[in-house]
């Protein structure tokens, strides 16, 4: 064969975006595409759809990249493999975007209307999604695009409604004046789990509230004195001995003039305060459950707008809440009724959009009735049809829906899911209807209204995974690929999405909606924050593709994503894949060019040297270690082993000892040295596409029996005739014994050029002798010896150190290459820092508070952090003894 020129240097800008096209132009992320592979069950993934008006973060390019190798790897396993995208209408977030764009033209939604605005959201939807669809491009995800959703697209919005009509047809879609979670900000309720609770500094106010009969004072606790003003009692515990008294009485409310009366509740909390406390149904949950307990008035003092409205007093009338806060407590020192301010630091809850403090309000919303639902997913769990990656978000997963609430659906946005409810004019009548109607269904009068809300975002994803596969029509897709496979996602949307997906498809589809939850953790930087645009320490996926490469990217996040915990990565993490990637692509120049004049024969027809069965016995171990790493989604051991294997096994080793043949060899050797390189680079460049697609790509085009597309080829398979664990024993002992020699020189800083002298001795039953005088040639070769006798006897220890191995020991010579006073000094300091270094930790596991208190992985590393500073001390005190 000719020989193959890569270019010098590996630049993926040159290549990347034309092995896309390749892909795409081929059809390759199609399901189905391998022959004779159609009747097996397919491996299905449904994308976690991004915000249509986001950008991906780096979250966006961890799920991204583990999903492309979940994919990629069941594609070239022969299995119908379908990844689904699309992109999720943010109704928020999205309107938020468009709200502020007009900002700048000076003008607001209401300056457009309804419909105009909804236009304008489609023009930068539009804008968006293009650009979204080229990042994923970019990071190399593997979608079928022809199949991409939207979740407000036609089939998706006719999911909607027809789950919110067979909701409202079952009783567990209904409409409430109920106290909900309301942003001032977006002008919109929110369900429970869109509010974020992080703590404030605030203050604890202690308030006089007159009796009404002139008998003196009750005193309250509250952080929050303007809400006084929509009081309607106050509440002491029915057993508290020093109100029983009070209970029944009246209280005068300061500020309004109104009188309310003192209840007995056991909500109430006696150590809590005073023990007594204002009673605010519209603006608390707690209250709210208990002024319905005790049929007391409910008093909304709010405006949508968060300003108090025209139930308060006038001077507080229009300010927002914090200024209506400070003047109420202005007013209660004039009247001297305000006991005491003191700081209090409290939870607060704020928008998860906007992170405006989020107000209890009294509001007519949709909801929807969670508990039937959710004892179905509990169901789900406990009867095996879904398992979680790690086990432990089971917990999470089982505590949340066992305390589930309804979920609040109903949005005061425009861009979304209508929700499709009439109101008739003249009867009064309510429609839900599948179909728009033209008259009421009651009274047949035609002066009907739509509900002007819009559906929370959420209630469209949660149908994500069969309304994107055509329900609720009954296709082809659907039959096919539903239930999916897996779903890889974030354990912070474990409520929002996973197990909203996970009810809904119980109730509508029958049976859990995936089978494998993976929850990967989430992408900090180097000190454990959260990445944000506010600290800064935000790392753009592109700009690391454009840096490094797509492969870069994707090889270190994965090689980085321990299961259960969380990735912590700054920019130079990414030269972790990059270097990867350039030595990929200088081992496969290295070979290819030296393939020139080479005959390439079957590898039946070569008699295998040792070292050849090793290699592929390390390929065999190789793919076993990935097969069930994938299988139990452990991406850092896929990662690591396929890393150990091309970097350790294969260049360092295999390649270095087949130079011999390969460039001095006869021409049958150099022949078979070529066509087993060539045969194992091959096989590597198909083990490792799932997790550097790009690069392996490119270079399996140019290799000469290139048989397609690299995507859709078959991935190694475990092969019992390649396990040889006596070649595997035996190539472990030549290789500590050359890697002990080499961090000895490294250790002593003798220059690669300077050959030195060594000598091994083994013990009388060493079972692995012969590989010493077997492969001589091969140690020297690689130990960089000038030298190397095999000896029964012990070496003289004269200007020799000690390389310690299992059954034998080496020395080598090293006395007439140093400095000895120089490095003797350098050894007696770093032995002394060993020495502080090991009391330290030793003092640290001897603590059994911090045993106690510390995490399990952190114990752990201080154990292993313990051993190593051992093993290197004892190593440095025998150099010391050996040189001095």
Known sequence: ???????????????????????????????????????????????????????????????????????????????????????????????????????????????????????????????????????????????????????????????????????????????????????????????????????????????????????GFIEIATTRPETMLGDTAVAVHPEDERYSRLVGKLVL????????????????????????????????????????????????????????????????????????????????????????????????GHC??????????????????????????????????????????????????????DWCISRQLWWGHRIPAWYCGNCGGLIVSRTDPSACTHCGSESIHQDEDVLDTWFSSWLWPFSTLGWPGETEDLARFFPTTALVTAYDIIFFWVSRMIMASMEFMGQAPFRDIYIHGLVRDKQGRKMSKSLGNGIDPLEIVDEYGADALKFTLTFMAAQGQDVLIDKESFK???????????????????MGGRNIVPLETITFTEIDSWIFHRLNETVKTVTKAVASFRFNDCSQSVYEFFWNDFCDWYVEASKPKLLSGTEKEKDEAASLLLAVLEESLRLLHPFLSFITEEIY???????????????????????????????????????????????????????????????????????????????????????????????????SVPVPGAGYEARVFIRELIDLPKEIAKLEKEHKSLENLKIQTEKKLANSQFLQNAPEDIVAKEREKLAEFGSRYRRISRYLEELS
């Open 1 to 215: 064969m000719e020989s193959v020129e890569l270019d010098k240097v590996y630049n993926p800008k040159d290549f990347e975006q034309r092995i896309y096209a390749f892909w795409e132009g081929l059809h390759v992320f199609k399901p189905g595409i391998q022959k004779g592979t159609d009747a097996r069950r397919p491996f299905v993934i449904v994308i976690p759809p991004p915000n249509v008006t986001g950008v991906l973060h780096m979250g966006h390019g961890l799920n991204n990249v583990i999903q492309d190798i979940l994919i990629r790897y069941h594609r070239m396993k022969g299995i119908p493999s379908l990844w689904v995208p699309g992109t999720d209408h943010a109704g928020i977030a999205t309107q938020h975007v468009v709200e502020k764009k007009l900002k700048t033209q000076g003008k607001t939604k209401h300056d457009l209307g309804r419909e105009a605005f909804i236009e304008e959201t489609w023009r930068v939807k539009k804008d968006h999604h293009a650009k979204i669809v080229e990042q994923l491009k970019r990071l190399g995800a593997s979608c079928d695009w022809d199949r991409e959703r939207f979740t407000l697209d036609e089939g998706l919005s006719r999911a909607v409604r027809e789950v919110f009509v067979g909701l409202f047809e079952r009783g567990l879609v209904y409409k409430d004046n109920y106290l909900i979670n309301w942003c001032s900000s977006c002008g919109t309720a929110l369900s429970d789990d869109e509010v974020e609770h992080f703590e404030e500094q605030g203050a604890m106010y202690r308030i006089q509230y007159p009796l009404e009969d002139g008998s």
């Open 701 to 799: 085009q140019k290799l000469p029996e290139c048989r397609g597309p690299l995507a859709v080829m078959p991935y190694p398979e475990e092969a019992g005739s390649r396990e040889n664990p006596e070649v595997a024993a035996k190539f472990t002992v030549l290789q500590d014994l050359i890697r002990g020699i080499r961090t000895l020189r490294s250790e002593f800083a003798i220059p690669p050029g300077s050959r030195i002298d060594a000598q091994v001795r083994t013990d009388a039953d060493f079972a692995h002798a012969d590989i010493f005088h077997g492969y001589k040639a091969l140690i020297m070769q690689l130990a960089g010896l000038k030298e190397f006798r095999i000896s029964g006897e012990p070496a003289a220890h004269d200007g």
């Open 576 to 594: 972790l894949g990059s270097k990867f990637a350039n030595k990929i692509w200088n081992a496969a120049r290295y070979l290819l060019m030296n």
């Open 352 to 405: 998860y959009r906007c992170s405006t403090m989020v107000e209890p309000y009294l509001s007519d919303q949709w909801f929807v009735k969670m508990k039937p639902l959710a004892e179905k997913a509990l169901a789900a769990l406990t009867e095996g049809q879904i398992q979680f990656f790690p086990k432990k978000w089971e917990n999470t997963y089982v505590h949340w829906l066992t305390n589930i609430r």
């Open 253 to 348: 409310l300061p500020l309004t003039g109104r009188s309310i009366p003192v209840v007995a509740d056991s909500y109430v909390d006696r150590e809590f305060g005073t023990g007594m406390v204002k009673i605010t149904p519209a603006h608390d949950q707690n209250d709210w459950e208990v002024a319905k307990r005790h049929s007391l008035p409910v008093l909304n003092i709010l405006n949508p707008d968060g300003t108090l409205n025209g139930e308060v007093p006038e001077e507080f009338r229009g300010l927002a809440v914090k200024d209506a806060r400070k003047a109420v407590v202005k007013e209660l020192k004039k009247q001297e009724l305000l006991v005491s301010e003191k700081h209090h630091p409290h939870q607060v």
